[in-house]
């Protein structure tokens, strides 16, 4: 078990569908991440949150809106998605989430989402 | 730009030992890390290497050298259940993490 639990694991929507994917660590850690997963590509960051405030935001389309309402908490709000959006969606948290190389992160379990 | 190599795919013997070279470009370099991920589940960290040489952790090895921009991860008494795909990502000056495309280790009996 990692501590950082995704929930639903399993997500099918409509391009006209609104939804959320709900994140939650259980470490204690102050930063947390939102990671796209498309089949052979590498990891995309999506979304960081240090201490609740949001510190990085990588050109992700506004239809994807994360929130982040305390530190053991991270929300993805999806709407109007379209169907190249189908991917893996992993959420990760982190000590620090500041400038040190070992901070790991530590990653939940991901939500498989299909938009048809 | 910054760009992390790894092989796609890999298979090896149950019992065997296996190694996954990871190469990378970026700017700077604050630190490598080797993830493990089994199909359908959360990547979990294996080890984190900052200076060159070799460290050990049980049937897992990672070494990296600094000067060449390599590392590999070597798995030792190869089981079934070390098939999943090994994640490499790299921090770099600016402590942003690059990611590998992952390697898939096919494990055959």
């Known amino acids: 078990e990692t501590g950082v639990t995704q929930t639903p694991r399993h997500l099918v929507m409509g391009m006209t569908n609104k939804k959320s994917l709900k994140c939650e660590q259980h470490l204690g850690h102050n930063a947390m991440y939102w990671y796209k997963q498309s089949a052979k590509k590498p990891l995309e960051l999506m979304f960081v949150y240090s201490l609740e405030e949001r510190v990085e935001n990588n050109s992700v389309p506004s239809r994807f809106s994360p929130e982040c309402p305390n530190s053991s908490h991270l929300f993805l709000h999806l709407h109007t998605l379209q169907p190249e959006d189908s991917a893996l969606y992993l959420c990760?948290?982190?000590?620090?989430?500041?400038?040190?190389?070992?901070?790991?992160?530590?990653f939940g379990p991901g939500t498989r989402l299909t938009v048809l | 730009g910054q760009n992390i190599d790894q092989p796609t795919e890999m298979t090896a013997t149950e019992g065997a030992i296996v190694q996954i070279n990871c190469t990378y470009q970026t700017s700077g370099f604050n630190g490598l890390f080797w993830y493990q991920q089994h199909a359908g589940e959360a990547p979990t960290f294996l080890s984190y290497?900052?200076l060159d040489g070799l460290e050990e952790k049980g049937r897992f090895s990672s070494f990296l050298s600094r000067s060449k921009g390599y590392s590999y991860l070597l798995l030792k008494e190869l089981q079934m259940k070390d098939s999943a795909s090994y994640l490499c990502?790299?921090?770099?000056?600016?402590?942003?993490?690059?990611w590998g495309a992952g390697t898939k280790l096919i494990i055959k009996p």
């Open positions: 290497n900052v």
């Open positions: 990760a948290s982190s000590q620090t989430g500041a400038l040190s190389g070992a901070d790991t992160q530590y």
């Open positions: 990502a790299v921090r770099d000056s600016n402590y942003q993490l690059i």
